[in-house]
């Protein structure tokens, strides 16, 4: 069980790698942008990257992100052995 959780993991891990990454880097410079640096047309842009608005995936793109992080966290928490009953 452990070791096809790990191969789930892994696999999530892989397809999420670059979706988060944009996720989590146009997060951050939208804020910087936006807030410390009153950019309002590149912090617009920047939350249409964020949301992918751009492409048309506003509305399938969280979810497909948030989902991802599930399967993460739970293939992660099962792997740390936290649930296992001690014999």
Not at 26 to 54: C, K, N, R, V
Request: overall charge positive.
């Amino acid at each position: 069980m452990n070791r096809m959780f790990r191969r789930y993991h892994r696999q999530i891990a892989i397809a999420l790698c670059l979706p988060l990454f944009l996720t989590v880097l146009t997060g951050m410079s939208f804020t910087i942008a936006h807030e410390w640096l009153h950019q309002d047309e590149l912090g617009e842009f920047l939350l249409g990257l964020h949301t992918l608005e751009i492409l048309h995936l506003e509305k399938i793109y969280p979810l497909l992100n948030g989902l991802g992080l599930v399967g993460l966290l739970i293939t992660g928490v099962s792997m740390t052995g936290l649930f296992r009953q001690k014999v």
